[in-house]
């Protein structure tokens, strides 16, 4: 196994490097310009998320333009993603059911793309829909004209659709004929790049179920990334394609601050995967985890472009024109600053779909008094997450009785911050900068469970991605990082209401219903029963807020790292 860091200096792809490989056969430099995550980020993100580094960064106006500025230096040029293009959205985009996004992608020319757990929020029929075009089956066309689908391809090596149970309506609208098990979308696709054969192979992360809501993972199974990249691997090689590159919605953990550095150390059981993948595999750009790197791992360049279209890979792969194989590949990772012109045809997407979007989104919720941010502690909790757990609680009690003890929220359901200005007094909130911090309509859902679920619940946020549950005023406990799986806990120092948690009684506790539905590999909370609905996320913060203006930046150590 072995992993190397790029240097940015040496990285570099035009259309004129390697024409003549050093025996004198010729070879065709083909480029690849790769996203992931975007997620429908049509408009600059706020905050942090809109920034690489110190600098300004996002927004499909300027990532058109950078993407067709790269483009312009070399003609054998392939743009593609590693998945979440859409789902997890702002609402200028999320209104539309991505319609707008994906009509932006169409125009910055985006061809293959794995399939991202994001693409499935709405399940399958509804990605067949945005694949294919239509209007929504509820809602139609929000723009008022018809919606003509993806002009790139998504591929899904590892995701089995089984029609067999699925909705006769769906089923019907979506054309599907047939009642045999099948592949969601083609496992890879070939393309021809001035005489020579590329490979894409399309995968998601193997931990798919458990980040996808249940209704979204409806019909569908996943199988292993290795197993199925593999297979696909073979399946090009026996098609005498040499060329193979992986996009997989699956990614490492990197911390630091270079985008075109590599340090994974912390991210082993990525680097085994890619170690695993097939020697015939050249490149594996990836996704997922939101950061960007640049690596070869086995050989292989591996690369990420951080999200919301920040930041843009650009590689060189040099194939040999008489056999096809790659004789060479480098990659640099570029910002799509925000220095240059706005791509035209972008800026009359984002203007077709605003006049919704400004109706809905424009409504004051209520106002901060400083920014409410994602960061978190030491032990994991963020002032952001505290307040929507607080949020949830409340809610809950109102609804439901103060019999209810507990709330809680995913962290990876917060997906932007709020950001006030400094020393200007507290800061309106807008329902569309709200519904940006909390974009998935994730229902809020009481249940009952046993104080020894919600210990084993508690364990279950640690592993190699641990996910630290923002927990609601009145639930408080500690854990020890460094001590074994399934003793991070330290049971004594759970606190429910001030009260030892009693592991044989039942508790009344609030969460998503994507926890309920075992998300984020909290399988303890399948056992929860008498499910009572209080209400959607992002209406429940909403009605919070205005509540409790202005809300401050303030973690209140609810939960302690004791190592």
Request: glycine letters at 12%; a negative charge.
């Given at each position: 196994m072995r992993v190397v860091a790029l240097c940015a200096a040496a990285i570099v792809a035009t259309a004129a490097a390697g024409r003549v490989a050093q025996n004198g056969e010729p070879i065709v430099s083909v480029h690849l310009l790769a996203i992931n995550d975007f997620h429908g980020a049509l408009e600059p993100a706020a905050g942090g998320t809109g920034r690489v580094g110190s600098v300004d960064a996002g927004g499909v106006e300027y990532l058109a333009t950078h993407l067709a500025r790269l483009k312009a230096a070399n003609p054998h040029t392939v743009i593609v993603s590693a998945g979440d293009n859409i789902g997890g959205s702002p609402l200028l985009s999320s209104l539309s059911h991505d319609e707008g996004a994906v009509e932006a992608l169409n125009l910055a020319e985006l061809q293959y793309s794995a399939v991202g757990n994001h693409e499935l929020d709405e399940g399958w029929s509804e990605l067949y829909r945005m694949q294919r075009g239509g209007c929504h089956p509820v809602d139609g066309c929000q723009d008022g004209t018809p919606f003509s689908g993806a002009a790139f391809s998504?591929?899904?090596?590892?995701?089995?659709?089984?029609?067999?149970?699925?909705?006769?309506?769906?089923?019907?609208?979506?054309?599907?004929?047939?009642?045999?098990?099948?592949?969601?979308?083609?496992?890879?696709?070939?393309?021809?790049?001035?005489?020579?054969?590329?490979?894409?192979?399309?995968?998601?992360?193997?931990?798919a179920p458990t980040v996808i809501i249940a209704a979204g993972r409806r019909d569908l199974s996943f199988n292993p990334v290795v197993e199925s990249v593999n297979r696909a691997a073979r399946a090009l090689r026996d098609e005498g394609v040499r060329a193979i590159v992986v996009l997989v919605h699956e990614g490492a953990n990197y911390t630091g601050s270079d985008i075109n550095a590599c340090d994974l150390r912390t991210s082993p059981s990525f680097v085994d995967l890619v170690t695993r993948l097939s020697d015939d595999v050249d490149v594996v750009l990836s996704g997922h985890s939101h950061v960007a790197y640049n690596c070869t791992i086995d050989g292989k360049l591996v690369t990420s472009a951080a999200s919301f279209g920040v930041v843009i890979t650009d590689v060189d792969l040099r194939i040999r024109r008489s056999d096809g194989e790659v004789v060479g590949k480098n990659a640099r990772n570029v910002v799509v600053t925000r220095d240059v012109p706005k791509t035209v045809a972008e800026s009359a997407v984002i203007a077709n779909y605003r006049p919704v979007a400004?109706?809905?989104?424009?409504?004051?919720?209520?106002?901060?008094?400083?920014?409410?941010?994602?960061?978190?502690?030491?032990?994991?909790?963020?002032?952001?997450?505290?307040?929507?757990?607080?949020?949830?609680?409340?809610?809950?009690?109102?609804?439901?009785?103060?019999?209810?003890?507990?709330?809680?929220?995913?962290?990876?359901?917060?997906?932007?911050?709020?950001?006030?200005?400094?020393?200007?007094?507290?800061?309106?909130?807008?329902?569309?900068?709200?519904?940006?911090?909390?974009?998935?309509?994730?229902?809020?859902?009481?249940?009952?469970?046993?104080?020894?679920?919600?210990?084993?619940?508690?364990?279950?946020?640690?592993?190699?991605?641990?996910?630290?549950?923002?927990?609601?005023?009145?639930?408080?406990?500690?854990?020890?990082?460094?001590?074994?799986?399934?003793?991070?806990?330290?049971?004594?120092?759970?606190?429910?209401?001030?009260?030892?948690?009693?592991?044989?009684?039942?508790?009344?506790?609030?969460?998503?219903?994507?926890?309920?539905?075992?998300?984020?590999?909290?399988?303890?909370?399948?056992?929860?029963?008498?499910?009572?609905?209080?209400?959607?996320?992002?209406?429940?913060?909403?009605?919070?807020?205005?509540?409790?203006?202005?809300?401050?930046?303030?973690?209140?150590?609810?939960?302690?790292?004791?190592?």
């Open positions: 998504y591929l899904a090596a590892n995701i089995i659709f089984d029609p067999r149970g699925a909705n006769p309506e769906d089923l019907t609208r979506a054309g599907v004929r047939g009642s045999e098990p099948r592949p969601l979308f083609p496992p890879y696709a070939i393309h021809n790049v001035a005489g020579v054969r590329v490979g894409f192979i399309g995968a998601i992360l193997d931990e400004d109706t809905v989104g424009s409504r004051l919720v209520g106002a901060i008094e400083g920014s409410l941010t994602r960061a978190a502690s030491e032990s994991g909790e963020s002032a952001l997450g505290e307040l929507i757990a607080d949020a949830m609680l409340d809610a809950a009690r109102r609804a439901a009785g103060a019999g209810v003890d507990l709330a809680f929220w995913n962290p990876g359901g917060i997906r932007a911050d709020l950001v006030a200005p400094g020393g200007t007094g507290p800061t309106p909130v807008t329902y569309a900068q709200l519904f940006s911090v909390l974009p998935f309509g994730n229902e809020l859902i009481v249940k009952s469970l046993k104080g020894e679920a919600i210990l084993e619940a508690l364990e279950q946020q640690f592993g190699e991605r641990p996910r630290i549950m923002q927990f609601a005023d009145g639930f408080t406990y500690a854990y020890d990082a460094a001590r074994p799986a399934g003793q991070r806990i330290d049971r004594g120092s759970v606190r429910v209401g001030g009260a030892p948690l009693d592991p044989g009684r039942t508790y009344r506790v609030a969460t998503s219903n994507f926890l309920w539905g075992t998300g984020d590999g909290l399988k303890a909370l399948a056992g929860g029963t008498d499910p009572v609905l209080i209400g959607i996320d992002v209406d429940i913060t909403a009605e919070y807020l205005s509540r409790h203006s202005p809300a401050r930046p303030v973690v209140h150590d609810r939960i302690r790292r004791t190592r």
